[in-house]
């Protein structure tokens, strides 16, 4: 069971940047795929961006394409979503998640955080 913690969320200025990061419990997290999903209200739970276990393949919606980076340090079991150049609209909850198989269907993930809020002003 692979438990996963986010952090970094918070209140910025359209524009701006904030990095959010979650920590793994389990010390296998290396032979996972992880990825950030996040949540608006009113909406349903979206892909934003995933990383392969070694970190050498990257995906990310076209939505934050150019904008955000997904990076993971294995040695302290964190993946890390940088996100630059926000804009209202990717005001969510964020998810880190964590799966055998790349994936960019929600139900096929098997690991979830708690999620942390990300509130952009225009």
């Known amino acids: 069971q692979v438990q996963l913690v986010e952090s970094g969320g918070g209140l910025v200025q359209a524009g701006g940047s904030l990095r959010l990061s979650c920590a793994a419990s389990d010390r296998t997290f290396s032979n996972y795929r992880m990825g950030w999903f996040r949540q608006a209200p009113g909406k349903e739970r979206e892909f934003v961006s995933a990383i392969s276990w070694s970190g050498g393949s990257t995906s990310y919606a076209n939505s934050v394409k150019g904008r955000f980076t997904i990076s993971r340090d294995n040695a302290k079991n964190t993946v890390y979503l940088q996100m630059d150049s926000l804009k209202p609209e990717d005001t969510a909850v964020y998810y880190c998640?964590?799966?055998?198989?790349?994936?960019?269907?929600?139900?096929?993930?098997?690991?979830w955080g708690q999620g942390t809020q990300v509130t952009v002003s225009s």
């Open positions: 998640a964590a799966n055998s198989r790349p994936s960019t269907v929600v139900a096929a993930w098997s690991y």
